[in-house]
């Protein structure tokens, strides 16, 4: 019943095909981001002769991506933290406490799921500068954190609910309070799913252009994206920089990628099985 | 125990933070949105109510019946390419053994990274000094100018912006799918080549009928994801040449905040709330049909 091998190697030279198809385009701007902006266009394939690193200190201090990094980290790691507090507190509740509507709530959250961002961008734009928080990096958290709650929590009421009764049970007649059952217990055993959401919300705000690019007007306080998108452009001539911009721009998420690749994945699936 | 988690209190205390914040940032601004979208408001003047003025104005727009086109163009393009590459690469890697972690995180690797950094890096290989048309012109072809031409109904800058969005997510849909068909008890297929099955028809009357589930929910969030696009036209095309490349996220981005239209903006994205809730509803009422035991 075996296949013949042939569909195997027929298999194997379209992935081969499929894989330079995603990685020349990646290696082909790391490469011309350490070329000289003449030798880009005498030589746009070659490897670049004399490696240079002007282009990575230009595009990081005079374009600014240094402090838009700072910012962008800023950002992403403040809502980090706030959705996976608020998020799984309230995916706690939903999950393992007992009341009337838990249902109705959840279902609540998860339309959140199917409203893009850019149908409430005007009136968070209009009043955000009533209150003094437009060209403010927490009105740019408020947003990302509304966001991100809808996965997290989807994600921590699976976890939560698959977790078995008897811990809580056991918890209870040890006399622990309900800060004390949600804290000591649930979380510790839900560190996974915390760290998949939280990966994927930190993903997803690290790479977020249109809000940040309405709500930030100060030079100084543009993430990362936002001031990518201003260096590279048409009025810049110097190729060389804003190669060197898009790679300051995406080499932090290839690290974070490399190294928790199958969280990330698993973190995928689990927000949509269900779905 | 049960007083314990029926305590009136902790739930409350529990569920506020997530609550008001949803209720504050997301349900109140909407239902303003729909408000706006039936106001004469601008940056200058404060919002006064003027009936369906702005959905008139929406009707009459050049633009937009081009940002609607384009829209729905990239809605069905990703839906129907998403889904035959998506089942395609997920088929061919669930087949093989070596090699498949490796394949499968190159495939899915532009996903996470940025879509405007992305966008860029393909400006600059359909620009006409740089890149593709270079490798071209060494081969003696002169090759158009992917991101400028305008001829015909859908142009080509948009086919080539649609190429580079199934180039980027094409890995979510792939991931998906293998999730589920890796999840499909083993015994289903034996017994089917026990009874003479090819692998293709095993792919058609195995694997199809129970990934069904997750084609409904891989197709919505390609949906949902094609109608809110908009890094990728921004950092390619800027909606341009002449905003023929404009789909309704660029649009609303235009009118709101280049114009400072905030009445008519608002019209735009409640048209684009509406066409997100049709889409799903039409889709999981289309695609999804009972689950299978698996």
């Known amino acids: ?21 995603y990685l020349a385009p990646l290696l082909w701007v790391f490469s011309v981001s350490f070329k000289t ?66 249902k109705l709530a959840l279902t609540y959250f998860l339309t959140g799921m199917m409203i893009p961002v850019h149908c409430v961008m005007i009136p968070l734009f209009t009043r955000f500068a009533k209150i003094g928080l437009s060209n403010n990096l927490i009105g740019l958290v408020l947003p990302y954190l ?72 100060d030079e100084n306080k543009k993430t990362l994206p936002v001031s990518l998108s201003k260096f590279v452009g048409p009025y810049n001539t110097n190729y060389s920089q804003m190669f060197a911009a898009i790679i300051i721009a995406i080499i932090p998420t290839i690290i974070v990628y490399c190294a928790f690749s199958n969280q990330i994945v698993d973190g995928l699936t689990a927000g949509a099985v269900k779905g | 125990m049960d007083k314990l988690l029926r305590n009136k209190k902790a739930i409350i205390l529990f569920m506020a933070p997530a609550f008001l914040l949803f209720t504050f940032v997301l349900f109140i601004p909407i239902c303003q949105s729909i408000y706006y979208s039936f106001c004469d408001y601008d940056a200058l003047t404060p919002a006064k109510f003027s009936g369906l003025a702005n959905y008139k ?10 940002a609607l086109k ?14 035959i590459m998506g089942l395609f690469l997920a088929a061919l890697l669930t087949n093989i053994k070596r090699g498949r972690n490796l394949f499968k995180n190159i495939i899915y690797l532009p996903c996470v990274l940025s879509s405007a950094a992305l966008g860029l890096l ?34 080509l800058p948009m086919w080539v912006i649609a190429f580079v969005a199934l180039w980027q997510y094409v890995g979510q849909s792939m991931m ?52 809110k696009f908009f890094d990728l036209i921004f950092n390619m095309t800027e909606g341009g040449p ?10 609303l981005y235009q009118q709101g905040f280049k114009y400072f239209k905030y009445g008519y903006a608002s019209a735009i994205g409640v048209l684009l709330l509406v066409l997100c809730l049709i889409v799903t509803a039409f889709i999981n009422k289309v695609v999804k049909t009972e689950q299978y035991e698996m």
């Open chain 1, 146 to 217: 509304t966001f991100s709650l809808p996965v997290t929590i989807f994600i921590m009421v699976g976890f939560f609910e698959s977790m078995p009764g008897e811990l809580i049970e056991s918890a209870c007649i040890d006399g622990a309070t309900i800060s004390g059952i949600f804290f000591k217990v649930c979380l510790p055993l839900g560190k996974t799913g915390l760290f998949v959401t939280g990966l994927m919300t930190f993903i997803a705000n690290w790479n977020e252009l249109l809000l940040a690019m309405v709500f930030i007007s």
């Open chain 1, 37 to 102: 902006n003449a030798e880009i266009f005498k030589t746009p394939f070659a490897l670049p002769k004399a490696p240079t690193f002007d282009n990575f200190s230009f595009a990081w201090t005079a374009g600014k991506l240094g402090i838009a990094t700072l910012n962008s980290f800023i950002v992403c790691v403040i809502t980090l933290i706030l959705s996976m507090i608020v998020g799984s507190m309230a995916a706690f509740a939903i999950a393992r406490m007992r009341w009337k509507f838990s």
């Open chain 2, 57 to 66: 104005t929406l009707l009459g727009d050049k633009t937009l019946r081009i």
């Open chain 2, 176 to 227: 998906l799918y293998m999730a589920q068909i890796s999840g499909i008890n083993r015994s289903l297929y034996e017994a089917s080549y026990i009874d003479g099955c090819s692998k293709a028809k095993s792919f058609r009357y195995i694997t199809l009928p129970l990934i069904r589930p997750m084609v409904a929910t891989a197709m919505s969030l390609n949906a949902i994801g094609s109608l």
């Open chain 2, 70 to 83: 384009n829209s729905l163009f990239f809605l069905i393009y990703s839906c129907v390419t998403q889904l």
């Open chain 2, 122 to 155: 393909w400006m600059f290989i359909f620009s006409p000094k740089l890149g593709v048309n270079v490798i071209l012109k060494n081969m003696g072809i002169k090759g158009p100018l992917w991101l400028m031409d305008t001829k015909g109904f859908i142009i």
């Open chain 2, 242 to 251: 002449n905003h023929k490349t404009e789909v309704l996220a660029t649009h």
């Open chain 1, 1 to 21: 019943m075996r296949k013949f091998p042939v569909a195997k190697i027929f298999i194997y030279i379209f992935l081969i095909l499929m894989a330079v198809l």
